[in-house]
DNA sequence: CATGAATGAGGATTCATTCAT
DNA sequence: GATGAATGAATCCTCATTCAT
């Protein structure tokens, strides 16, 4: 879990060799989860040998912590993104379904829930989930506090954090759910959703 | 994963021994996780040699499936118990400091990321993670729908499903949130949870 | 592989279970193979604990022993029985098809095999199989030397040996060649066995 | 026991560990049989890791099922070839005892018996052997009918193919006795099997 | 840079055998 | 006599990792 990258003479190149790895690893850890995944399945799936693999990773746990990293990364974007609307109060309550469909039908459930197991037991991965989850919540602290404050609101530091866990909360909650039980009345949940949320950004 | 558990003449010390090792499992699961934790380990933990496991339990896979029956049936009778108080509704609005702070202050987090992790991955953990599910909405849907007719609110089957939707990932999510960022400032949250409950509940 | 037999209160009784035994181990071996035979397999098909099987018998190998012992024993008995006719040597040729039948389409052709496999390499087993095909070559020999005399044909030791040896290569050899070819047309088969027992008997 | 020969680079290579892994196995496999011999035994033998060697075989089964393989192919071949000469029924007369200290003295003896005990257990195995003595047949078959034409005998299927099992399970049969009568007079024994053959090929 | 052959430790599981009851 | 709970060594097999080429 080093953080040296090695020294490659052509750094693209390395780069893209390292992006191909990664790729490979979504789709073997998408299949068999991170300790189901073996180096040769990667190794194929990247279409190169398991042994070159370590040129660019010290190790299977850093490619896991690299590719969580990434996802993280990823997932915060899509956070930062949906927080940079106009009205980001409104527009929440209003995209209310679209938020639901994409937390509860995304085929990325089963790797948020890898991530989130193996970060609840592998320091190294809990450090990086949590880091990016810092970096997330700062920006959507700051959307939340000057939208809330043009709607004359509290924005008050605890009062927005408290309120942001939960809306997360709920997001990440339907990610669960989804697993539980796929054949959930969608338009009912969402307007449960949209209850919550307008219950919940706009007091 | 079969449901064999094999004959043994003094029937209660079997149980106990059964029970022995899915303690001792506990405390190798949530240190190790599911396929971290070795049967060599978890027969040390049980005090008794990994052969005489086989005794009790058919193999891993077994094991770890009692385990989850076992976990997810504990989860169900809580969910049960809260559901079946005199004004069930106005009940966990008020009770939202308990429910949030048994979700985010669990010892038991780490393992239900695990269980959540397996189901997403493994068909038999799956059922048995569903089973338990549909045997306590079915509970739950229950005590909702005579609340809400109470209450004259609309308590028709769509409509409770989709709330108990959304109520049981805003709690499930409060479990994933915990391992992000155990800072959260509790009140806040709990404010805001208390907003989202009542405006589900009540509309 | 000790020879003694534990001393037991009631012998008869100790006789009874030592068969006891053996029969399940038949139906064991027969299944399974010496190897592929568990003792606990063993034990319930003998209707006794693992535990108690070993008041009767050192180990496993020394079962496999007994179980050959006997088995070769009733092999002998049968080949001493078919030697004491009137004229066996007309008897044998005439009775090819019966010879032959018996030893294509015995049910203990899978037990004869497992024996030779297992005296071809472990010595103790070697020991029982050639003691007891001493003995039965001794009865064989008397015969054959009598009837060959009455015959006025050769008698010496050494052409009665080499012919026994023959004779028992050719039906043995129609054990194995059981696996080999099961639908090898009989008829045709004995015809031939007949000229071969018939030459080498009257020369 | 796939026929699943995984790719290698170079090919001369992986086949000469194949070989390496075979001979190893025939070594271990003559010492303590199929079952008994260890992939840790036999990887010490072969000079490789005992993970290595599934690099080119799927399984131990799988290294059986070859070994059987290759072995009952040499058996073909000679069976083949002896049947290939001029006049091939006076040539078998007349090469008695060549054949017959060829069954009772091969040291190949052991695996021998091993491999038709496994056949009569294992279904795999059993399709190898029964596969290779169809092909084994065939040939000698073909051969049988056109050397007993040219004597003017009957070359009728039926009597030919009861004919061949007659004489294969004489020589078969001598491999078993090899192993209960180490000490029986050769030149008899060969007067008697050539006695028979005589008999049998001749009528 | 790239390969894949090779290692060896560690995994789950089985099973002959012992022993307290 | 009889049980079966308990052991622990051995088995086959997998896999992250190394290294000669």
Redesign the pocket.
Known sequence: MSNNEKR???PD??QL?RQQVLDAAATCFKRSGF???????ISKAA??????I??YFD???AIIAAFVEQNVERVSAILRDLAQRADPLKEMVDDAEGSVSEHVESDRIALQLEIWAEASRNPAIAAVVRDADLRSRSDFRNLLKAARARHQLDASDDVVDGLMEAVIALFHGLHVRAIHNPGAPLPAVVASVRNALRAMLFS
Chains 1, 2, 3, 4 share one sequence.
Not at 35 to 41: D, I, K, L, Y
Not at 47 to 52: E, K, L
């Open positions: 490659h003479n052509d190149r390395a060799r300790h189901g995944a073996s180096m040769s399945e279409g190169m040998s398991a042994g070159h370590y040129n190790s299977k746990d």
